[in-house]
């Protein structure tokens, strides 16, 4: 997702794609509850492909995720579903195709879960199941794409979430999908999203609080913190799959990062990806007119009023996405 994501998430686009790419179309109200409430209900996993040979003639062919109907063939053999989902930070979309079937009754634009029938396969054995993410993905592919996503993070469900808009400079708390408070914010002195130690930026990515700690502080910053410190886990499994890219880190090292992050505990502090990621508060009151909303070394900024009052409802292991 990241910083256009106020494009209408209906319009009709074939592929994995962040909403942010999106082209025509209204403009949503408001990136927040576009990024949590989606066009058709988030997919929370992608069930295996099923296999194309063999396929028994009026078997049941299901849904591999959450979705909805895009188009059904007039002849109605063939069935295209949208899914969302979220990766790190972004909500994507992906499509997938059931061909060779008979017995539809499903419309476009009906919600569908995971695991629902959408129909028999026909007479003639010949089911095909495709998976399209802006290519149509071959058999292999496809398979690899569902494996990875076995399983997926739903922010709306988790118990407290909150949402960080670098380009609103905004943050949301909310609960159970419900929003109960909204602050402004600041980031990072340095522009764009982290790469690497000492940059000064802020990251972009979905992460836990893993410490907490309010009260006095030591060491030659102590008065930045406004007496509030809530530690994220990054880096996360994208930056490590990243950091390993960049040749920044270790394959083991990134196993490692990606195994903690999963587990919502700490990661590992003392790569060149850097560390020390939270929330805090400041050396007294700041304002975006005169700072631009640029301060920290990386962190998010917050008004000490504003930390002070929500500090306690910010539990460790709450969600945090920064997009």
């Not at 579903?81 to 990766?87: D, G, I, N």
Request: with cysteine; net charge positive.
């Amino acid at each position: 997702m990241s910083l256009s994501l106020a494009r209408w998430l209906g319009v009709l686009l074939v592929g994995v794609l962040p909403l942010s790419a999106m082209a025509a179309g209204p403009v949503a109200s408001d990136v927040f509850e576009a990024y949590l409430h989606p066009p058709a209900p988030p997919a929370d996993a992608f069930d295996p492909l099923p296999g194309s040979k063999g396929a028994q003639a009026g078997s049941e062919v299901r849904a591999l995720a959450h979705g909805r109907v895009e188009t059904v063939d007039a002849e109605r053999h063939t069935l295209t579903l949208e899914h969302f989902y979220y990766e790190n930070h972004e909500l994507l979309r992906v499509r997938s195709e059931y061909a060779g079937l008979e017995a539809v009754t499903l419309r476009p634009g009906e919600p569908v879960q995971r695991g629902q029938r959408l129909g028999r396969v026909g007479a003639k054995g010949k089911l095909s199941v495709t998976l399209n993410t802006g290519k149509r993905l071959s058999d292999a592919e496809a398979r690899r794409f569902t494996q990875a996503r076995a399983r997926l993070m739903l922010p709306a469900s988790e118990r407290v979430l909150l949402l960080v808009s670098q380009e609103r400079h905004e943050m949301r708390l909310y609960e159970l999908g419900r929003e109960v408070d909204r602050v402004e914010v600041g980031f990072g002195q340095a522009e764009g999203r982290k790469q690497k130690r000492g940059d000064n930026r802020t990251p972009l990515g979905m992460y836990f609080v893993v410490q907490k700690h309010r009260g006095s502080f030591s060491g030659p910053y102590a008065e930045f913190f406004g007496g509030h410190w809530i530690r994220l886990n990054y880096p996360n499994a994208w930056d490590a799959d990243r950091g390993l890219e960049q040749g920044l880190i270790t394959s083991e090292v990134r196993d490692r990062i990606a195994r903690a992050w999963a587990e919502r505990k700490p990661t590992d502090a003392s790569t060149r990806l850097g560390s020390g990621i939270g929330f805090h508060g400041w050396a007294g009151q700041w304002t975006r007119d005169e700072t631009g909303g640029r301060l920290s070394w990386g962190c998010v900024v917050m008004h000490n009023p504003d930390i002070s009052r929500l500090f306690d409802r910010v539990p460790e292991g709450a969600m945090v996405v920064l997009f």
